[in-house]
């Protein structure tokens, strides 16, 4: 940049490239009187991707138009994306529950997905009744009711690992990112013909990935909303999504296989044969992939090529996995309507969870040790688990 222009100082020069690149233009035409983090991260990425400033630059370029515009800049760390913020893990095997369960109720029509914020203060549900519903886990509160975003079912919902965005999807083909502490919808991305069943989000929450009927996964810049590039087709549609806790490769679940994806060269790395047209899966530490499929679960080492043990006690196709993050405990649901915990490495069942009348449809496992359970009937679930004991 210095090169380009000797004479002047760089504050000087990152103040005109945003005024060349349309940046201050986009602060003017909105009449709001904040700017929201999402705004201007993107404003930040179309000047490092268009004029070479870097981010801390480009940063305090666009926070200083903000200012002149009479417009209050978010409070904004100059990465584009941090890491995501640490919560404390429960070190050991959880092994059985703790207390009554209690219930989240709000929903009209079935759960279709679960999932716990990082630090486990708000849960997320999506639904066929079109909308997405934010809960207080522990008081078993719903906080807000997303509408209006999806024209359809709901299938998905995964928040960031920093906790500052959720991403929806479901048979619209759309994708949406929502504030989840104003219920505000940010944007929607659209890259699917179908509906979308497979959602995840990068470990560094840069990248959120959607997976679709059309046998497309489309890998999204979250910050600049970008396509960054689109993999498949995969046979039979994407059934479920899974990043490893490194981002070094992306699992896909779709009839018949798991493929395991290098995202750095863009390539499958291992295909893995499953039984059933829906597998799911869910990514634990030391390169470890769970999957469940028709015949049962499974930890597949990503490292070796094979599976390490097994978990057959179902006796039915599996419907939802989910591994703590600590890799010790893992909880699946079946089509015989259990819900059973396993220790993940030695593969012995710890509990069992029966539901007569409702299917489960959903699993959520928080770093704390609670579980989250999701059902056909509209309802979800919380358990609080046992800390401490095992290994």
Request: glycine content about 12%; proline content about 5%.
């Amino acid at each position: 940049m210095s090169a380009r222009f000797p004479d002047r100082p760089w504050q000087a020069v990152a103040i005109h490239l945003v005024a060349r690149e349309g940046a201050a233009a986009d602060l003017a035409a909105d009449g709001s009187d904040t700017v929201d983090a999402m705004s201007f991260e993107r404003l930040v990425r179309r000047l490092f991707d268009r004029t070479g400033l870097s981010t801390s630059s480009a940063a305090w370029a666009v926070a200083a138009w903000c200012e002149a515009l009479g417009r209050t800049p978010p409070d904004h760390n100059p990465r584009l994306r941090g890491a995501p913020r640490k919560v404390k893990l429960n070190r050991h095997m959880v092994t059985r529950p703790r207390g009554a369960p209690w219930n989240l109720r709000g929903h009209r029509k079935s759960l279709t997905s679960i999932a716990f914020r990082f630090d486990g203060a708000m849960i997320a549900t999506a639904s066929l009744d079109r909308t997405v519903r934010l809960w207080d886990p522990r008081a078993g509160e719903q906080i807000r009711c997303l509408m209006g975003g999806h024209r359809d079912w709901v299938r998905a919902v995964a928040f960031s690992p920093d906790g500052k965005l959720l991403a929806s999807a479901g048979d619209d083909g759309g994708i949406r990112l929502w504030d989840p502490e104003s219920g505000e919808r940010k944007y929607r991305m659209i890259g699917h013909d179908g509906w979308v069943r497979g959602l995840a989000w990068s470990p560094d929450g840069r990248i959120v990935v959607s997976g679709g009927r059309d046998g497309m996964v489309c890998l999204w810049e979250a910050s600049s909303l970008q396509l960054l590039a689109r993999l498949g087709p995969f046979q039979g549609g994407v059934s479920r999504l899974a990043f490893d806790p490194l981002g070094q490769w992306l699992a896909v679940g779709r009839s018949g296989a798991v493929e395991i994806w290098d995202l750095e060269r863009a390539s499958r790395a291992q295909l893995v044969e499953v039984s059933g047209a829906r597998p799911v899966v869910s990514a634990g530490p030391s390169n470890q992939l769970f999957i469940g499929d028709d015949n049962g679960a499974g930890a597949f080492s990503v490292s070796t090529g094979r599976f390490t043990q097994h978990y057959t006690a179902h006796g039915s196709p599996i419907r939802a996995i989910a591994i703590h993050g600590n890799g010790k405990a893992l909880v699946t649901a079946g089509a015989d309507r259990t819900v059973r915990l396993w220790h993940a490495v030695e593969g012995w069942e710890a509990h069992c969870f029966q539901f007569r009348q409702v299917r489960i449809t959903g699993l959520a496992f928080h770093p704390g040790g609670h579980i989250g359970i999701a059902f056909s009937d509209g309802n979800a679930q919380m358990r609080e688990m046992t800390r401490g004991g095992g290994t």
